[in-house]
């Protein structure tokens, strides 16, 4: 009886590292895809920015990382399954130093990424104040910019009146669109050269700046992939 119940803890115990470590090579996976994702759709999200090394430097770490919990969470996983014979043990010694070692970058890796996205964030903002400076030769890409994320200047709609030199102007690409809809007497182009406050607290002209749209709509979409 005595060795039939130390079996089952035993089992039990496999079972539970098992489950353990599947759990940890789909957060390495996760990590991997946010890394990938990120990569990949750098040049959309920072198309108005004239640095994006900061943020390159974060989409490479986070794919490494991911690649590297993947593969400690599959080590774990085959350790478990053989954990019955020495194979098995050897394995989940080798797994236990590097579980031990991943802690600790994992906790040096915290801090780092925590100090870093405010970095990052603060390079992001000084980088699209710049190039909004060159507005006249980057117009268009502006333009395209603001229709997509549905923002106005770097920080808001007031960041135009040191490009055209008067208050209460801003392009016809700050301008909602939607509220044609709702109101047919609207017209875009008359509000871009001469909105009032009543256009701003109506949102017949985008309040929020491009570079929070931005952030948020990473901090959204990373989290939406992080989140399944």
Same mark, same amino acid.
């Given at each position: 009886?005595?060795?039939?119940?130390?079996?089952? /803890?035993?089992?039990?115990?496999?079972?539970?590292?098992?489950?353990?470590?599947?759990?940890?090579?789909?957060?390495?996976? #996760?990590?991997?895809?946010?890394?990938?994702?990120?990569?990949?759709?750098?040049?959309?999200?920072?198309?108005?920015?004239?640095?994006?090394?900061?943020?390159?430097?974060? /989409?490479?770490?986070?794919?490494?990382?991911?690649?590297?919990?993947?593969?400690?969470?599959?080590?774990?996983?085959?350790? #478990?399954?053989?954990?019955?014979?020495?194979?098995?043990?050897?394995?989940?010694?080798?797994?236990?130093?590097?579980?031990?070692?991943?802690?600790?970058?994992?906790?040096?890796?915290?801090?780092? #990424?925590?100090?870093?996205?405010?970095?990052?964030?603060?390079? &992001?903002?000084?980088?699209?104040?710049?190039?909004?400076?060159?507005?006249? %030769?980057?117009?268009?890409?502006?333009?395209?910019? %603001?229709?997509? &994320?549905?923002?106005?200047?770097?920080?808001?709609?007031?960041?135009?009146?040191?490009?055209?030199?008067?208050?209460?102007?801003?392009?016809?690409?700050?301008?909602?669109? /939607?509220?044609?809809?709702?109101?047919?007497?609207?017209?875009?182009?008359?509000?871009?050269?001469?909105?009032?406050?009543?256009?701003?607290?109506?949102?017949?002209?985008?309040?929020?700046?491009?570079?929070?749209?931005?952030?948020?709509?990473?901090?959204?979409?990373?989290? #939406?992939?992080?989140?399944?």
């Amino acid at each position: 009886m005595g060795f039939d119940c130390l079996n089952c /803890t035993r089992r039990f115990s496999q079972c539970v590292l098992l489950i353990l470590n599947i759990i940890v090579t789909m957060l390495g996976l #996760a990590v991997m895809i946010i890394g990938i994702w990120a990569r990949v759709n750098e040049k959309k999200y920072f198309e108005i920015a004239d640095n994006t090394q900061e943020f390159t430097d974060v /989409t490479v770490l986070a794919i490494v990382l991911g690649i590297f919990i993947l593969l400690i969470g599959f080590v774990g996983v085959i350790g #478990a399954v053989f954990a019955s014979n020495k194979f098995g043990r050897v394995i989940l010694m080798i797994y236990a130093i590097v579980l031990g070692l991943l802690v600790i970058c994992e906790i040096g890796g915290g801090i780092a #990424a925590a100090v870093k996205k405010d970095s990052v964030e603060n390079v &992001f903002r000084d980088s699209t104040n710049r190039t909004f400076d060159n507005y006249n %030769q980057t117009s268009d890409t502006w333009d395209s910019f %603001q229709r997509t &994320f549905k923002c106005c200047g770097p920080f808001n709609y007031t960041d135009y009146s040191r490009i055209f030199n008067v208050n209460n102007k801003v392009p016809e690409s700050c301008c909602n669109r /939607t509220t044609e809809d709702r109101d047919p007497s609207f017209v875009c182009a008359t509000v871009a050269n001469r909105y009032t406050d009543a256009d701003i607290a109506a949102y017949r002209i985008y309040n929020e700046g491009c570079a929070d749209a931005v952030i948020d709509a990473l901090r959204h979409n990373l989290g #939406a992939i992080a989140g399944g």
